[in-house]
């Protein structure tokens, strides 16, 4: 019996419940760290079957404590009923012992400097020990958040006089629906960035940017032209972002905020070589 993808839907669902109050008052940082033991709870039982096995386990310590993990993965295993549980507990104790050699039991793996450990993971083939090349030209913020969590806000009071590439601005300025084939709106957006980094500027890319899918290729372009990134995470409650979303100009349904929520991933801090959490929890 099998259950494909079952820890990357259950982080997820745990994420989306936790944050709409289900249990209630979980703050930022616990509800995160639950999310990822959810999402690499298999991990210390097949992380030896892993080709790229080094670099789990060192991402993995970024996000969460690895004592906490693999006491997770012992205590799954202990509540089964198998034929292998003791070749399962057996794993579990390879789990600590590698993670003690790879010097990440006691914490994270401390890299240089954050554009070393974005490289890294970008890259694990340069080892853990590579000092990359700062050669960028420029900063591009890129805004995640859900819809009315205050990323229009964060922006006119931290960046008043940066230039802003704004899916919502460049529906309105065309005059094109959120409904309608979004193709001519998306070209313009990267064609207008592309302009700024070529010229070495700053910029901000405001949308809501929450599933890796969309971030991935945004972040892979800004690297190609050398622009710095810099991922900006916005959270205010649930209930404030309902409220506020509701006092937008442009609304997004709920039925559509839904939807959202059943896809919302919080950007990991691998994922640039910057990333920034302003999250407000009451």
């Known amino acids: 019996i099998v259950s494909p993808r079952h820890a990357v839907k259950g982080r997820i669902l745990w994420r989306a419940q936790a944050y709409q109050g289900l249990p209630a008052g979980v703050p930022f940082a616990v509800r995160e760290e639950v999310a990822h033991l959810v999402r690499y709870h298999g991990l210390p039982l097949w992380f030896l079957q892993k080709r790229d096995m080094q670099a789990l386990v060192i991402k993995a310590s970024q996000l969460m404590d690895l004592k906490m993990l693999a006491l997770l993965a012992e205590a799954d295993v202990r509540g089964r009923i198998c034929h292998d549980q003791a070749d399962l507990l057996y794993r579990v104790d390879l789990f600590r012992e590698y993670c003690k050699e790879q010097g990440v039991w006691d914490g994270p793996w401390q890299f240089k400097n954050s554009h070393a450990r974005f490289q890294y993971f970008h890259n694990p083939s340069n080892g853990l020990l590579y000092e990359p090349y ?149």
């Open 134 to 282: 700062d050669d960028y030209r420029g900063t591009a913020i890129l805004m995640s958040g859900l819809p009315g969590s205050g990323k229009d806000t964060w922006i006119a009071k931290n960046h008043p006089d940066w230039p802003v590439i704004s899916l919502d601005d460049l529906r309105a300025e065309f005059d094109i629906s959120p409904k309608d084939k979004q193709g001519f709106i998306i070209n313009t957006a990267l064609e207008r960035a592309k302009e700024r980094m070529r010229k070495g500027e700053n910029f901000i890319w405001n949308a809501t940017n929450i599933i890796p899918a969309i971030r991935g290729p945004l972040i892979a372009m800004f690297q190609e032209y050398k622009a710095r990134t810099r991922i900006v995470h916005i959270e205010v409650p649930y209930k404030r972002m309902i409220t506020q979303n509701a006092a937008r100009k442009a609304k997004v349904p709920d039925n559509i905020m839904a939807k959202m929520l059943q896809k919302w991933e919080v950007p990991e801090i691998w994922e640039a070589p910057d990333v920034e959490y302003v999250v407000a929890e009451n």
